[in-house]
Structure formats: C-alpha cells, structure tokens
C-alpha cells in the first residue's frame, strides 16, 4: 500500500505511474504521531525491509535498536537532551533557547510510538593500514547505512506509517551507547521516530539543472 499524501513536487515529466517511485516521491518526514501504537510485527517487516538494501561487498555494516519500551524512550530522550543542553551552554546560547531547543527535541522522540536508531559496525569492513583507503571504507559503511535507513523510512511510507531521521545521535553517541547499552562497535548514526501520522507535510525540490550536469 502506498499511502497518498499532498504531492510534494509536481510531476514535471508526466511519467508513467510506477509504485516504488510513487513511493519514493510522496515520502515525507513526519513528526507528529497519534496515539496509535506501532506493533512489533511492523517494526519487525521495516527492519526486513531496511536489511535488503545494498551495501559495500554485501557486508551490511548497518546495525538497529528498536526502542518500544516507553521507559527506555524517556530516558534515552531526557539523556540526549543533557547532552544537548551542555552542548547549547558552551556555545553561549541564552537560556531561553536552550530550554526550548531541548524541550522540543524530547518532545519529538518521546511522542514516537516507536524509535529506531541507526547504528553502524565496521567489524566485517575491510582494514587497510593506511589512512586514505580506511576512511574510504568508513564511508563506504556509513553510505551503505543511510542507505538501509534511507529504506527503511521508505518501507515506513509504503507501510502506512510517519517516520523522521533525527541526526542527534551523531551528536552524543557515547550516550546512546550507554542508554542503550549496545556492543562497543555498534557506533550510532542517527534515531528514526515512527507512529501513525497525525500531520500531513508539504515539501519542494529545487530545480534539477542546479543539482545535475550532463557531460
Ligand atoms: C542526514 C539527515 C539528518 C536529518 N536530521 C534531522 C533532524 O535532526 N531533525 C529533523 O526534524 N529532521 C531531520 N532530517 C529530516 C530533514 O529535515 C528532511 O528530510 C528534509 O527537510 C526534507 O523533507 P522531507 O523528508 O519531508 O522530504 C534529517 C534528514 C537527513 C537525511
């Protein structure tokens, strides 16, 4: 099932009517959830999904937590959100701002009815010993990453469900690792919110020639 919403770019080309693009074209991130509870089983089949994107040598660097548990969401969202507010404070941000930045980013994940995080292992990537074809293959994982992530809200999409990429994982991953304990070479890349949308988003794109060159 593809779930329709507001068409967020005009259809320029008049192209035939193909599911997946249709899919990859109507996706949104959605922040806002009802109070629908996302089963299991969902999460399970999104996490299937996610696995049969491509990935460097087939090695499938990505790794995922799934977080249901309403207790383990607060205090990943309160933790996140400390570390948020320190990081705010030594930039020199004013209080108010800060208070504000923090409140909504736990807001946002303590309103998912379910996460996601994204985590990225490098224990079957090759190892090089130079430091030009080890960074390669750093992002060789981290593409092939965002990619099953990438799919993964995709799969959401197709599923009937919202979902949103939050980056602030990358921004505090010695927390996530602690909250959540996960195994040492699991380093997080990013949290993915998911629930039944209660909103409906409009997007642009900016023109194509300014993104491509024909050569
Ligand atoms: C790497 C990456 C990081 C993102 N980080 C955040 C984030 O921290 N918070 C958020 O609300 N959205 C985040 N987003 C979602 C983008 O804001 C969103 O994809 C963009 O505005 C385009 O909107 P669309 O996804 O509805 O097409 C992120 C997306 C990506 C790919």
Redesign the pocket.
């Known amino acids: 099932m593809i779930i329709s919403t507001p068409d967020?770019v005009p259809n320029q080309l008049n192209a035939p009517y193909v599911p997946i693009v249709e899919a990859i074209r109507t996706?949104?991130?959605i922040?806002r959830y009802t109070d629908q509870p996302v089963s299991h089983e969902l999460i399970e089949m999104l996490l299937t999904a996610a696995s049969w994107s491509p990935s460097a040598h087939n090695r499938q660097p990505w790794r995922f937590v799934a977080v249901l548990t309403p207790a383990t969401r607060d205090s990943l969202a309160r933790q996140m959100g400390e570390r948020l507010r320190t990081d705010l404070s030594s930039d020199g941000v004013p209080i108010a701002a800060i208070e504000s930045d923090t409140n909504r980013s736990y807001s946002?994940i303590t309103g998912a009815k379910a996460l996601i995080i994204v985590c990225l292992s490098l224990v079957d990537m090759d190892q090089y010993p130079d430091a030009r074809r080890t960074n390669a293959e750093y992002l060789m994982a981290a593409q092939s990453t965002?990619m099953a992530a990438q799919n993964l809200l995709l799969a959401a999409h197709g599923y009937g469900l919202g979902a949103?990429?939050?980056?602030?994982p990358l921004f505090c991953p010695d927390v996530v690792q602690r909250v959540l304990q996960l195994p040492d070479d699991w380093q997080p890349q990013?949290l993915i919110t998911l629930g039944y949308p209660a909103e409906t988003?409009t997007?642009t794109r900016e023109p194509l020639e300014t993104r491509v060159l024909w050569r």
């Not at 949103?164 to 602030?168: E, G, K, Q, S, V």
């Open positions: 967020p996706r949104r991130s922040r946002r965002a949103c990429w939050m980056c602030a990013a988003k997007k």
